[in-house]
T-cell receptor
Framework: ETGVTQTPRHLVMGMTNKKSLKCEQH?????MYWYKQSAKKPLELMFV???????ENNSVPSRFSPECPNSSHLFLHLHTLQPEDSALYLC????????????????FGPGTRLTVL | DAKTTQPNSMESNEEEPVHLPCNHS???????IHWYRQLPSQGPEYVIH???SNVNNRMASLAIAEDRKSSTLILHRATLRDAAVYYC????????????????FGQGTILTVHP
């Protein structure tokens, strides 16, 4: 248990469906992240929220829409996905701030395995 | 972002030490060296980090070269539970001091531990 939970753990959806991934952290952190891990590729950072404000969007297609209603919850809304979007989607959180000496350790959830048919 | 280079895979026997190397020749003066690992079917987990001096914690040791262009993660006695992908990462700090510590993952080293 890392203190970061993700639901659902597995999701199968068609290309015309709309679904949402949920992440919740119980660590009191103020930064949250979405990563994508495709088969045989490194983890790719998708979005960063720092104090509920989106501070990074790494050229992610608009069919992925993040939402951070508060510092403990992060959503990834999915619509009209493509089969190549099938991947493991990982959420992480960390404590932002702290100056140069802070190492901002990220705590990851177990991920949602997404399959797009 | 400064890049890291790691071997694709390494093997070890149980209860033997493992030395996982990482090259980072373009490291900048304020880059911290982080190690994370990803066990099968799990998200990555933090292992250790350092700046200039060698570091020890309950999981591992981190040996950093004097010129900081390379580092080595040391598992003192590998167990079967240490089989994972190990990532060596240089922490990127965005401008303006909002230090949420973006991590850029590479391919990592797949560690296999034999009984």
């Amino acid at each position: 248990e890392t203190g970061v939970t993700q639901t659902p753990r597995h999701l199968v959806m068609g290309m015309t469906n709309k679904k949402s991934l949920k992440c919740e952290q119980h660590l009191g952190h103020n930064a949250m992240y979405w990563y994508k891990q495709s088969a045989k590729k490194p983890l790719e950072l998708m979005f960063v929220y720092n104090f509920k404000e989106q501070t990074e969007n790494n050229s992610v297609p608009s069919r992925f829409s993040p939402e951070c209603p508060n510092s403990s919850h992060l959503f990834l809304h999915l619509h009209t996905l493509q089969p190549e979007d099938s991947a493991l989607y990982l959420c992480a959180s960390s404590q932002a701030g702290g100056g140069l000496s802070s190492y901002n350790e990220q705590f990851f959830g177990p991920g949602t395995r997404l399959t797009v048919l | 972002d400064a890049k890291t280079t790691q071997p694709n895979s390494m093997e070890s026997n149980e209860e033997e030490p493992v030395h996982l190397p990482c090259n980072h020749s373009t490291i900048s003066g304020t880059d911290y060296i982080h190690w994370y690992r990803q066990l099968p079917s799990q998200g990555p987990e933090y292992v250790i980090h350092g700046l200039t001096s060698n570091v020890n914690n309950r999981m591992a040791s981190l040996a950093i070269a004097e010129d900081r262009k390379s580092s080595t993660l040391i598992l003192h006695r590998a167990t079967l539970r240490d089989a994972a992908v190990y990532y060596c990462i240089l922490r990127d700090r965005p401008p303006g001091g909002t230090s949420y510590g973006k991590l850029t993952f590479g391919q990592g080293t797949i560690l296999t531990v034999h009984p």
